[in-house]
């Protein structure tokens, strides 16, 4: 991963993302801001990319061979957390909800 924005990316994932899950995150971050679809596997760490709107799952699993099933409503609500908790102290956080049914 290169970059500013790259930079920015690695920061939000906690201390237990491995370098492999956050690497897969921002290629799916990149294809869907540049291509409009999951990432290509030799963006993904050699697995392909599923996307589930599982609440129950894990954010990113990749315990299966060849391929990352992401969560959805999981990854972006975990993600506007971690956000929320890296912004400026001085803004009302309590406005976010999470929790939000889609």
């Not at 993302?17 to 540049?34: F, K, P, T």
């Not at 129950?56 to 990749?62: G, I, V």
Request: hydrophobic fraction near 35%; glycine fraction near 8%; include cysteine.
């Amino acid at each position: 991963m290169r970059g500013h924005t790259n930079g920015r990316w690695r920061r939000l994932p906690t201390d237990e993302v491995s370098e492999h899950d956050a690497e897969i995150v921002y290629a799916l971050r990149c294809s869907l801001l540049h291509g409009y679809g999951p990432p290509k596997q030799d963006k993904s760490c050699g697995r392909r990319v599923l996307l589930t709107n599982d609440r129950t799952a894990y954010a990113l699993d990749t315990s299966y061979d060849g391929v990352a099933l992401l969560s959805v409503p999981v990854l972006c609500g975990r993600l506007v957390e971690r956000i929320a908790a890296e912004a400026s102290g001085n803004w009302d956080g309590s406005l976010i909800n999470t929790n939000y049914r889609l």
